[in-house]
């Protein structure tokens, strides 16, 4: 495919399962956090962000949670469909309000 | 409304050359951000303009390069290729205003191979 795709760590459930994703960030800086889905052949999708200032934000089957005390933020998706199948990337804007930092990413497999 | 465009979608160069990747982002979008991702690093920024200028630059060598029309689309330059500049270059755009943080709208990227 064309995300990053051979070192990414991985999570497998199976379908119907709740899915979380962890992620760690490096600067306490940071005014807001994003997670990206990235599907083999596309460039990374908008999932949902979450402000600085919040330690929880609800999406449609996704929950971010945000725990600034030690930098860590994580991607929760409900009843995981074989369509989630992705990576995920974190990413944190900078102060300047634009530039993004990603992390490594985490590659989910749904399984039938 | 179109999404982000990107040419050419796959492109393979041999090592010294030189290499010009576009960029058209989604219309009325003013800012232009370039990304590469690798397997090794994971997605790191290149660069960002705005208006035609460049307004914020990642931690690569000056091989790599970029402008901005005043249509905005953008384009990024790489010169003297070599094999580690194999990788998925990503664009972005966003609807930028001042002060405020802007979803960033990426495009389907360009992978280029370095042989």
């Known amino acids: 495919g064309e995300s990053v795709g051979l070192h990414l760590p991985t999570l497998s459930v199976q379908e119907g399962d709740n899915s979380i994703i962890n992620c760690a960030y490096s600067n306490s800086a940071s005014d807001y956090f994003i997670w990206y889905k990235q599907e083999s052949g596309k460039g990374p999708q908008f999932i949902i962000d979450i402000r600085s200032n919040m330690d929880k934000r609800q999406g449609q089957r996704v929950t971010v949670l945000l725990n600034k005390t030690v930098k860590h933020l994580s991607l929760q998706i409900a009843a995981t469909q074989p369509g989630d199948s992705a990576v995920y990337f974190c990413?944190?804007?900078?102060?300047?309000?634009?530039?993004?930092?990603f992390g490594g990413g985490t590659r989910l497999m749904v399984k039938p | 409304k179109a999404g982000v465009t990107q040419t050419p979608r796959y492109l393979i160069k041999t090592r010294g050359q030189q290499v010009t990747l576009s960029c058209s982002p989604i219309s009325g979008h003013r800012s232009v951000s370039w990304y590469q991702q690798t397997p090794g690093q994971g997605l790191q920024f290149l660069f960002e303009?705005?208006?035609?200028?460049?307004?914020n630059k990642g931690n690569f060598p000056g091989r790599f390069s970029g402008r901005q029309f005043s249509n905005s689309r953008s384009e990024m330059n790489v010169s003297t290729l070599e094999l580690g500049d194999s990788a998925l270059y990503l664009c972005a755009s966003s609807d930028l205003r001042a002060g405020s943080y802007n979803e960033q709208f990426f495009g389907p990227g360009t992978r280029l191979t370095v042989l």
């Open positions: 303009y705005f208006s035609e200028t460049q307004r």
């Open positions: 990413a944190e804007i900078n102060n300047a309000g634009n530039m993004l930092t």
